[in-house]
């Protein structure tokens, strides 16, 4: 059974750090690239970073250089630190397990998400 549960979600001003995790069961997280979706209103999904098995890791020009993607084999668990936070940082971020191919990543399990807020 795959399942992706996120947490770590909350509210915070501008400048401010969250850390966001996402607890897979440990088959998916063993066999998979994992990542992390945004979804703002009004606004496409965004793929923000993935990391695969061998913690080779691809980030958005929106948030290379503040964001970091990583994982804990240990504890079949992928995080999603991000500091410098900024207003259009607001989403709701889903944790994911897929695959990169040609045409570029394919998403295939998909977490509850977390909301993220900014404030200014």
């Known amino acids: 059974q795959v399942q992706l549960v996120e947490s770590g979600g909350g509210l915070v001003q501008a400048g401010g750090s969250l850390r966001l995790s996402c607890a897979a069961s440990?088959?998916?997280?063993?066999?998979?690239?994992m990542g992390w979706y945004r979804q703002a209103p009004g606004k496409q999904r965004e793929l923000v970073a993935t990391?695969?098995?061998?913690?080779?890791?691809n980030y958005a020009d929106s948030v290379k250089g503040r964001f970091t993607i990583s994982r804990d084999n240990a504890k079949s668990t992928v995080y999603l630190q991000m500091n410098s936070l900024e207003p259009e940082d607001t989403a709701v971020y889903f944790c994911?397990?897929?695959?990169?191919?040609?045409?570029?990543?394919?998403?295939?399990?998909w977490g509850q998400g977390t909301q993220v807020t900014v404030s200014s």
């Open positions: 440990e088959r998916a997280f063993s066999i998979n690239t």
């Open positions: 994911v397990t897929g695959y990169w191919a040609i045409s570029g990543f394919r998403p295939n399990y």
């Open positions: 990391i695969t098995r061998s913690s080779s890791t």
